[in-house]
């Protein structure tokens, strides 16, 4: 009985040891949790996990799109920005059409944003906290 003990456990610190590599880890995002995930290089989206899979999350896109399994570093948690938390140099996901894309804010003037977009350097003024996620 010893013996089979000590298989289980070091099972199940083989397995932590698994989820931890595949960047399972960290985020632990439970089923129904709102996230913005990547739906393709550097455009993100906003979604509810479904559950598991390889390597990540399932993504349920609010959308409607059809799931999608998405790395675990390519999801974070749908987080609304706030006053107190967006200032100038501050990294967020803003919002570009339908997607967020990874910005930094360039200029706050009252209640708008200037970010200037990650990916492209592409600038942008006028947006709103209800365009931006906290990272």
Known sequence: MKGMNMIRVAGSLMAISLLTAAGCSGGGYETGAAVIAEWSPNSYYEGTVGGTCEGGYNVKWNDGSADKCVEASKVVSNKPATKED????STVFAKWSMSYWMATVTAVSGDT??????????????LTLADLKLR
């Open 86 to 89: 967006v200032k100038v140099g």
């Open 113 to 126: 944003y200037s970010v200037e977009y990650t990916a492209d350097k592409t600038k942008k003024d006028g």
